[in-house]
């Protein structure tokens, strides 16, 4: 069931296993022949994130303007802060790879919601050392697209009278459409871009409107 607060706990142990996923791709694969697969971590929090946010969307009696609200608040705080301080970091340190000024520049990068499809435009290096210390901002990015389009889709299917199979449908085949879209891209754009990640995050809203219904039940 979901908190008052909105937090899924039965989805905790998933989380917990893509973050180690993701941390062993970027810590111990360096070291040891294993874990270069890890990178699926990835691809399960979109299909989480999907499957999150669409549950809050179809729950709540608010509207698209609320709802981007609540995650600017929630999520901008934090980015902002990541920016400031790594721009006050870099120019403290004199040994620093990059100044502050070229640090403040790939941070309006990362707070415009940028990091995306600057990634998906790189080659070369999948670690994104141009975008340091903000690489790692692209998948926020996506999710911030996906914040702007998918609530107005949902919203407008609930003021029509749609049901959450029907809209479930949808989603599951405009997961499949974005994902054999992206099939030819390529890896830079396929990875980092929003097409075939919208793919995930709407496998994820797919199975978060099963739910609705009543066809499939957490544990």
């Known amino acids: 069931s979901v908190g008052e607060t909105g937090r899924f706990a039965y989805l905790d142990g998933i989380r917990a296993v893509a973050i180690c996923a993701v941390l062993a791709l970027h810590w111990v694969s360096w070291y040891v022949p294993l874990f270069h697969g890890g990178s699926i971590g990835v691809d399960v929090f979109f299909v989480l994130s999907g499957f999150i946010i669409t549950t809050l969307l179809w729950r709540s009696t608010g509207g698209w303007g609320g709802f981007v609200r609540r995650r600017i608040v929630r999520l901008y705080p934090a980015l902002v802060g990541l920016v400031a301080g790594s721009v006050i970091l870099y120019a403290a340190v004199p040994w620093a790879p990059d100044g502050p000024l070229e640090v403040a520049r790939r941070g309006v990068v990362a707070l415009t919601q940028a990091s995306s499809l600057w990634a998906a435009d790189q080659s070369g290096s ?94």
């Open 126 to 219: 999948l670690w994104l050392p141009g975008l340091e210390p903000f690489g790692q901002t692209w998948s926020l990015a996506v999710e911030w697209y996906f914040y702007l389009l998918w609530p107005v889709l949902v919203l407008l299917a609930r003021r029509h009278g749609w049901s959450a199979t029907r809209l479930a449908r949808v989603a599951l085949a405009a997961a499949v459409a974005c994902y054999v879209v992206s099939l030819p891209l390529p890896s830079f754009p396929f990875y980092f871009g929003p097409t075939a990640r919208f793919g995930e995050l709407l496998a994820g809203a797919a199975l978060a409107l099963a739910f609705q219904d009543g066809r499939l039940r957490p544990s």
